[in-house]
């Protein structure tokens, strides 16, 4: 079992920034691909970015390429995801989770095994 806890949600204007985190327990962190995915009222929930186990792969979903950046430290048994320049449009729920092992098939929420009870982002115009 892996446990996840995110914080860092919260309240913010428009053009603000945010960091989530996300603390992992339970398992060897390192050995999992970690995903954030986020899901606003009435909306599935759908992937924001991915990061590979060792770090060194990353991918981001169009919408907040050059406004977000996911980043993890295996030392901390953490995972990272910085917001800047948010939009009205980015509130949601936002929730990390974990795949083990090979980083596949990242967009997919069935992808991943473990998953974090989330934190809400809320920007307004």
């Known amino acids: 079992q892996v446990q996840l806890v995110e914080s860092g949600g919260g309240l913010v204007q428009a053009g603000g920034s945010l960091r989530l985190s996300c603390a992992a327990s339970?398992?060897?962190?390192?050995?999992?691909?970690m995903g954030w995915f986020r899901q606003a009222p009435g909306k599935e929930r759908v992937i924001v970015a991915a990061?590979?186990?060792?770090?060194?792969?990353?991918y981001n979903v169009d919408s907040v390429k050059g406004r977000f950046a996911i980043s993890r430290d295996n030392a901390k048994n953490t995972v990272y995801l910085q917001m800047n320049s948010l939009k009205p449009e980015d509130t949601a729920v936002y929730y990390c989770?974990?795949?083990?092992?090979?980083?596949?098939?990242?967009?997919?929420?069935?992808?991943?095994?473990?998953w974090g009870q989330g934190t809400q982002v809320t920007v307004s115009p």
């Open positions: 990061i590979s186990a060792d770090g060194r792969v990353t």
């Open positions: 339970g398992r060897t962190f390192s050995n999992y691909a």
């Open positions: 989770a974990a795949q083990y092992g090979t980083y596949s098939n990242v967009y997919y929420v069935r992808s991943y095994a473990y």
